[in-house]
C-alpha cells in the first residue's frame, strides 16, 4: 500500500513517476516498488518487505549493498569536504588503477555518468578523425545523449521507443546502425560511408538486449575493419567494466579497442562514468588539446573514494571467479527449473551477468533473436519471482546482476522463488 501511495504522489510530480525509465514497472503489468533500504544481496522495500537483488542499482553494487570500507571510506571522506572542484590525490589513484588494470587505457578521464562517458568519447573519435559518422549496433544502450539514442536498448527497447522524438533528424543521420554480431552488416556501412566513419562503437557484451556474447570472430572483424578504414573501435564498458574482470571484458578478449567508456562499477554506487584510451587519442582533451568536456563535479571526492574501495575490493584473490561460480549455480539453476517445466527459454550469462529470455529460438545471439522472447511470460514470471522475494529487473531486455554479497542462502532461496513462479506459467 505505502508503494501504491508513494507511486500516486510521484505520479503528480515526476514523469511517469520515476526519475529513469527502466524503474517502472509497466512492461511487467505492475506498479513499482519504493526502495527504503538495502544492505548486503538484500533490497528492502517501504512495506518492510526483503527481496534478494539482482538489479544491483543496474550494475555498480557489485560488492553488494553496504559493503563497509566502501561506507566507511564516504563517511571519513563527507567529513573532509564533500565537493571542491579543484584536483585531488584521489582522482590520480582512481584514474590510475584504471590505467594499470585496463592495458588499453594509458589516459582516462572522470565524467558523473555512463551518458557523459560515451558522448564525449564519441566527441573525441570525431575530433580524432575529423569524420562524423559513428557505427552502433541495434539494440546496444549507450545512455541518452542525442546520437546515441538511436534504435537503442534498455528502457528506450522496453517502452518501444528505440529511436527517441526530440533527436534531431540532421542529429540521427550520423549515426549508422548495423546488427550485433554480425560483421557484414558493419562492412556494408564502411563500403557506403568511406573515409566518414568516425568510430565503431558497441557494448562489447551486450546487456541492455538482455546478454548476448560477442562471437571472436565479430570482434576481431571489427578491430581489422576499423583499423583498415582509419576509423577507431570503442568498446562501451560502462556495465562490463571492472564486473566481467579485474580488467572489465578486456580481460577476457584480445582485442583492445581504442577507446574505453565506463561507469556503475567503477563509481561503487556514486554518479560516476570515465572515459579513457591511448595517450595519442585522450591527449586531444581539454586542456591537453583541443576537444573539449568538462564538469562541476567531476572526480567528486565522494564518488572517487567510492570507486577506489570498491575496486580494491574486487582485486581480492578469487573475487570474480568466486562471483562467477555464484552466478553459474543460480543461472543455470533457473535454467534448469524452466527446462524441467518445459517452459522454452534460454539461458545468456558470462559471469556475473545473466538474462533467461522467455523465446521459443535454441540460441539468442542478436537482436532480433533477443525481441523473439514472450514479453507477457516474462512480465508472469518476473511478478510471480518479486511475490516470491525476488528483485528481478523489470524487462525482459535487462541484464540480471549477482554481487559478492549473494550467499548459498541466497542461492536456494531464489531457486525455491524460480520453482514457484514457473508453476504458474
Ligand atoms: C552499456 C551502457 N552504456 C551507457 C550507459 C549509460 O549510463 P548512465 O545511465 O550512467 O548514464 C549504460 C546504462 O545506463 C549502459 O549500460
Ligand atoms: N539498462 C540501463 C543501464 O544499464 C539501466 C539504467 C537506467 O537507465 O536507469
Known sequence: MKSKKLFE????CIPGGVN??????ASVEADPVFIDSA??????DVEENEYIDYVGSWG???LGHGYPSVVDALLRQMVKGISYGAPTELEVELAQMVCERVPSVELVRMVNSGTEATMSAIRVARGYTKRDKIVKFEGCYHGHSDGLLVKAGSGALTYGVPTSPGVPEDYAKNTLTAQFNDLESVKELFVQNEGEIACVILEPVPGNMGVIEPTKEFLSGLRHLTQSYGSLLVFDEV??????????????????PDLTTFGKVIGGGLPVGAYGGKQEIMSLVSPAGPVYQAGTLSGNPLAMVAGIETLKATAAPDFYSKLGQTSSIIAQGMSDILKEA???HVLNQLGSMFTIFFTERSQVTNFADATSSDTKRFGAYFRNMLQNGVYLPASQFEACFVSGAHSEKDVDATLEACRKATKTL
Open 9 to 12: 504522489r510521484a505520479i503528480n
Open 39 to 44: 544492505y548486503g544481496s538484500k533490497i528492502k
Open 20 to 25: 529513469s525509465p527502466v524503474r517502472a514497472f
Open 60 to 62: 555498480p553494487m557489485i
Open 239 to 256: 556495465m562490463s567494466g571492472f564486473r566481467l574482470s579485474p580488467a572489465g571484458f578486456q580481460g577476457l578478449s584480445d582485442v583492445m
Open 342 to 344: 518445459g517452459v522454452a
